[in-house]
């Protein structure tokens, strides 16, 4: 299958993906590894998309467009792809159905992750991290540590990130619903959207993903 997963910050779409791509035996995709691969790597694209980084500007779509049409082609994705941050415009929507149909190829379902905001902002507002080891990781309503701002695992001081404020995700929310929303309609009018709850257990949301993409699968 080849799926695009969308959703707003905050709901899950990393760990989904991880997820799914292995249930379904097709490579997850994500924007993030596709700069992190190019730019270790030198690629042409990958010094491209640096020099911009560095400047402190956005990558254009053309850049990031071709980076994921590189993987696509590799032999892995051959039966399928899972694609988790791409498109994240409708310039880019139109530009991999331009790519997929020069190949002869379609998309078959764009999973769309459904959190209502007020639960985003607790999600990641909620996070905190140890200052000894990022890898530990607390949150207030969900995994509260014993001790207030004391880490279980270390004693290390445990802070919030600026990232995580309640300010700059109701930032990230509102440059997702301008920029990214807009994919999802784009997509319905093609008839390719399913819609799925992302609240629960991880396993819980995976079941659901895996049984509404098996359903498009049959109705394919």
């Known amino acids: 299958m080849r799926i695009v997963l969308v959703g707003p910050p905050g709901a899950g ?4 993906a991880a997820f799914l791509a292995q249930n ?3 490579p997850h995709i994500s924007t993030g590894d596709l700069f ?19 400047a402190g500007n956005l990558v ?6 071709g980076m994921a049409k590189d993987r696509m082609e590799q032999p892995d994705a051959e039966n399928g792809f899972l694609l988790d941050g791409f498109p994240r415009n409708v310039s880019q929507a139109e530009s991999l159905d331009e790519m997929l149909q020069h190949e002869g190829m379609k ?12 639960e985003v902002v607790k999600r990641i507002a909620g996070r905190r991290i140890c ?18 701002g004391v880490c279980d ?27 990214t929303e807009p994919i999802i309609d784009y ?34």
């Open 13 to 16: 779409k990393g760990t989904q």
């Open 24 to 26: 379904l035996s097709i």
């Open 36 to 54: 992190r691969a190019n730019i270790s790597r030198q690629t042409d694209l990958g010094k491209l998309a640096k020099s911009y980084m560095d």
């Open 60 to 65: 254009p779509d053309e850049v990031t467009i």
């Open 107 to 118: 998309l078959d379902a764009v999973l769309d992750l459904e959190v209502p905001e007020e």
């Open 131 to 148: 200052r000894n080891d990022s890898a530990h990781v607390f949150h207030v309503s969900y995994k509260a540590p014993k001790q207030d």
């Open 153 to 179: 695992v270390c004693g290390g001081e445990l802070y919030q990130r600026d990232d995580d404020s309640e300010e700059t995700v109701r930032k990230r929310l509102e440059v997702y619903h301008t920029q």
């Open 187 to 220: 997509y319905k009018a093609q008839g390719l959207v399913v819609t799925i709850s992302a609240l629960g257990k991880v396993e819980d949301v995976t079941g659901r993903a895996m049984e509404a993409l098996q359903h498009e699968g049959d109705a394919a």
